[in-house]
């Protein structure tokens, strides 16, 4: 089992930056794959990068490649995701996501998830 707990998230300005982290708690986070999902008011919630259990191999929503980098420490049960750049629609809730399906880039891959943390990006 593992629990995720997310943080990080904030207003920020168009153009600003914001570091996102995931803690989990559990001694098999590494065996894990780790995805970022986000959902903005009426929307579905989407995917926007996803990590290997051992971080060789990332993932990328196309509208944020270049911007956005996800990583992750195993030796500290985190995963986080530097989001540069930022624009007015990527405000949403941030989910961070555990799984084994690989570094997919759809939800049902993932088995557990955090409770989220907004990010606001101003115009």
């Known amino acids: 089992q593992v629990q995720l707990g997310e943080s990080g998230g904030g207003l920020v300005q168009a153009g600003g930056s914001l570091r996102l982290s995931c803690a989990a708690s559990?001694?098999?986070?590494?065996?894990?794959?780790m995805g970022w999902f986000r959902q903005a008011p009426g929307r579905e919630r989407e995917f926007v990068a996803a990590?290997?259990?051992?971080?060789?191999?990332?993932n990328y929503l196309d509208s944020v490649k270049g911007r956005f980098t996800i990583s992750r420490d195993n030796a500290k049960n985190t995963v986080s995701l530097q989001m540069n750049t930022l624009k007015p629609e990527d405000t949403a809730v941030y989910f961070c996501?555990?799984?084994?399906?690989?570094?997919?880039?759809?939800?049902?891959?993932?088995?557990?998830w955090g409770q989220g943390t907004q990010v606001t990006v101003s115009s």
């Open positions: 559990g001694r098999t986070f590494s065996n894990y794959d």
């Open positions: 996501a555990a799984g084994r399906g690989g570094v997919s880039r759809n939800e049902a891959a993932y088995d557990h």
């Open positions: 990590i290997s259990w051992l971080g060789g191999v990332r």
